[in-house]
């Protein structure tokens, strides 16, 4: 047997009944239902209150309280490369004044022999 063990017992053993817990709180049951025809029932708090929409854990779509008017799935914006978000924040002539900046320093650099890596 290891040194470490406890004899006779594991990990979530033991009497564990509402004695020990406490009482439950009252809950409800709350329906989600998506665009794919899932539905979700959860459990909340009586005195929580409830959101109007949860992701649908089967397919990831919004689910809404309503099965009547389902909720549409989100628009995801496409992926954006590097260049395209320095396009939004640089004009054509911000781009080329940096462009010739870089290009002379580097120039400067190989006329010195500086190390470009």
Not at 4 to 12: E, K, L, M, N, P
Not at 56 to 72: F, M, T
Request: glycine share 8%; with cysteine; charged share 25%.
């Amino acid at each position: 047997m290891a040194a470490g063990a406890i004899r006779g017992s594991r990990i979530g053993a033991g009497p564990m009944g509402e004695a020990e817990r406490g009482e439950s709180a009252p809950r409800q049951s709350v329906s989600y239902f998506c665009m794919n025809e899932h539905t979700t029932v959860l459990q909340f708090a009586v005195e929580a209150e409830a959101p109007e929409s949860w992701d649908c854990p089967r397919c990831g779509l919004p689910a809404g309280v309503d099965a009547e008017n389902l909720q549409s799935a989100l628009k995801v914006a496409p992926y954006k490369t590097h260049l395209a978000y320095v396009k939004e924040r640089r004009s054509e002539t911000e781009a080329a004044e940096i462009l010739t900046e870089a290009i002379e320093m580097l120039r400067t650099k190989r006329k010195t022999g500086e190390v470009i890596f």
